[in-house]
């Protein structure tokens, strides 16, 4: 019996080629388990919405020196990539929740239907120079 060589990278998206934005309330949020991450951010540049974060320095209280990550709620589309990526590569510390579990362990964060960007252009304002390239 030939054994096939088995591929662990498998079952991890690729990184994405652009940034796309949320268009509807998704079925399941990924939620970061402070205590478990180890503040690597190999999830992050997996997020095809980049609403993946480190936690500031300020609002970082463990006593790990590399603060976890974050997720920035209302923009997760709950494609599950990042936790696919954080089980396969890292730790296993973000966890994929049903919507209505988030909602009930979290009544203070608003899930909207959809995310729109700011793009307000702030060199309109006049308080930043434009810097072009």
Aim: charged letters at 25%; hydrophobic letters at 30%; aromatic letters at 6%.
């Amino acid at each position: 019996m030939k054994l096939r060589p088995y591929d662990h990278y498998k079952p991890v998206a690729g990184i994405p080629d652009e940034i796309s934005h949320k268009k509807r309330k998704p079925k399941s949020l990924a939620v970061v388990d402070d205590g478990n991450c180890t503040g690597c951010q190999v999830c992050v540049p997996f997020c095809p919405v980049d609403c993946i974060e480190p936690t500031p320095a300020e609002e970082h209280t463990f006593s790990s020196p590399i603060p976890p990550v974050r997720v920035r709620y209302n923009e997760c589309i709950g494609c599950a990539i990042c936790a696919r990526v954080c089980t396969k590569l890292t730790w296993d510390a973000i966890h994929m929740l049903p919507l209505s579990d988030f909602q009930s362990m979290f009544p203070d964060v608003e899930i909207t239907d959809n995310f729109v960007p700011n793009t307000e252009d702030s060199s309109s304002k006049g308080d930043s120079p434009v810097i072009e390239i």
